[in-house]
Each structure stands twice: as structure tokens, then as C-alpha cells.
């Protein structure tokens, strides 16, 4: 059971925009501390999405954004690509726990 | 660039130990706090622990306090991992990361490496 609950699976088809849900507790996005998103193609390893909330890396297209609010942050991909296809998982601070925590991850299928 | 290469990886029997390696390149290793996180064949990623910067401070994901203990060489600019009675559950690949700031390790992870894979099983 993860600290931070997204759901296992979302789709959508080319073009269209999905949003990925990232739930946490007091301890931790209830907390004021920040959320950060990653991307894994299966077989790779993670690669930083969006940082400290809603900060893009430099090569990371805009059609990814993200925000948070409360216990609550999400990730929203507009103009699905077939690339777009991975794993993606929020990750946070827990300072009950003193440790980062993840996500269970979200399958993205570009239908 | 930065660079994070583990090894040591391998099939274990339970009860056994193992220790990992990763060697760091490419940026001022000594300034960085260092991260282990696995991820077991088919699910999510696991944080596993912390060593600061300085190697004075470490802090362990439950499932491993009391077996595995991480350490570094800033000499040598590597990371360790020493795993002891290792499990059945502890079967992963494990993922040496940099955070992206000396400052705060609690923070988003900007560096990876390609991950060691560890099989525990009789």
C-alpha cells in the first residue's frame, strides 16, 4: 500500500487529455511539501517529469503540466502522443516517516 | 554529464548477503546527499534510503531498517549498499539517484542510474 494513491490506469486516445490523480495525507502533500512527477518507459529508468509542483525540466514538452492543492495533485497530459505511453508516479516527503514516498504508479495507454 | 553506474547485482539465496555498488561521475559527488530506490519485477518504485551528503546522516525505508545499511566513499566518489538477510520481497532492481539539490535531499531526484538487478531466491 503506498503512502501516495494513484489510480493503476487511465487511457486515451490521440489527441485527447488525460489527467492523473496523486492523493496523499497531513504528512506529507498536507503538508506543504512539494510533488514531483516521473515518467518510466518499461525496461528504463525514471526520468523527472515535473518538479516542485508545476515546474517543467528544459526538454519536457508543455503539454504536461501539473498542480497541487491541499492532499491532492494531479498531472495532466494534453494532446496525447503515442509516446506518451509509461508508467508515471508522484513522489513526495513524508516527515512522519523521514522519507521520500511514491505513488503505486498510473499505466498510461494511448489507445 | 552525470553519470551513476551500479553493479553487483545478482541471484542470492535467502538469507544471504549482497552489497551494491554506484559509481558517481560528472558532478561534485562529495556535495550531494544520494538516494537507493528499487523496484520489484512488475511494480512501483520503492524509496529505499538515504545517505547525506557527508555520510553523517542516513535514513531507511521500514522494510529495511535493521538489514541493509548505505554508505559512501566520497574518495572514490561511490555509493554502497550493504543488504543482509535478504528476502524473497527484497527481489528488485535496484536504482542508485541523485536528488537535485545538495540542499535538500528530500526534494525530486534529477539523476538516475540504468539500475542492478537483485534476485533473491533458492
Known amino acids: 500500500q503506498s503512502v501516495l494513491t494513484q489510480p493503476p490506469s487511465v487511457s486515451g486516445a490521440p489527441g485527447q487529455r488525460v489527467t492523473i490523480s496523486c492523493t496523499g495525507g497531513?504528512?506529507?502533500?498536507?503538508?506543504?511539501?512539494?510533488v514531483h512527477w516521473y515518467q518510466q518507459v518499461p525496461g528504463t529508468a525514471p526520468k523527472l517529469l515535473i518538479y516542485v509542483n508545476n515546474n517543467r525540466p528544459s526538454g519536457v514538452p508543455d503539454r504536461f503540466s501539473g498542480s497541487k492543492s491541499g492532499t491532492s495533485a494531479s498531472l495532466t497530459i494534453t494532446g496525447l502522443q503515442a509516446e506518451d505511453e509509461a508508467d508515471y508516479y508522484c513522489?513526495?516527503?513524508?516527515?512522519?516517516?523521514?522519507?521520500?514516498?511514491f505513488g503505486g504508479g498510473t499505466k498510461l495507454t494511448v489507445l | 554529464q552525470v553519470q551513476l553506474v551500479e553493479s553487483g547485482g545478482g541471484v542470492v539465496q535467502p538469507g544471504r548477503s549482497l552489497r551494491l555498488s554506484c559509481a558517481a561521475s560528472?558532478?561534485?559527488?562529495?556535495?550531494?546527499?544520494m538516494h537507493w530506490v528499487r523496484q520489484a519485477p512488475g511494480k512501483g518504485l520503492e524509496w529505499v534510503a538515504v545517505i547525506w551528503y557527508d555520510g553523517d546522516n542516513k535514513y531507511y525505508a521500514d522494510s529495511v531498517k535493521g538489514r541493509f545499511t548505505v554508505s559512501r566513499d566520497n574518495s572514490r566518489n561511490t555509493l554502497y549498499l550493504q543488504m543482509n538477510s535478504l528476502r524473497a520481497e527484497d527481489t528488485a532492481v535496484y536504482y542508485c539517484?541523485?536528488?537535485?539539490?545538495?540542499?535538500?535531499?528530500?526534494?525530486?531526484?534529477?539523476?538516475w542510474g540504468q539500475g542492478t538487478l537483485v534476485t533473491v531466491s533458492s
Open positions: 539517484a541523485r536528488p537535485a539539490y545538495t540542499s535538500a535531499w528530500s526534494q525530486q531526484i534529477d539523476y
Open positions: 513522489q513526495s516527503y513524508d516527515s512522519h516517516l523521514s522519507a521520500l514516498v
Open positions: 497531513s504528512s506529507n502533500l498536507g503538508a506543504h511539501y512539494d
Open positions: 560528472g558532478f561534485s559527488f562529495s556535495s550531494y546527499g
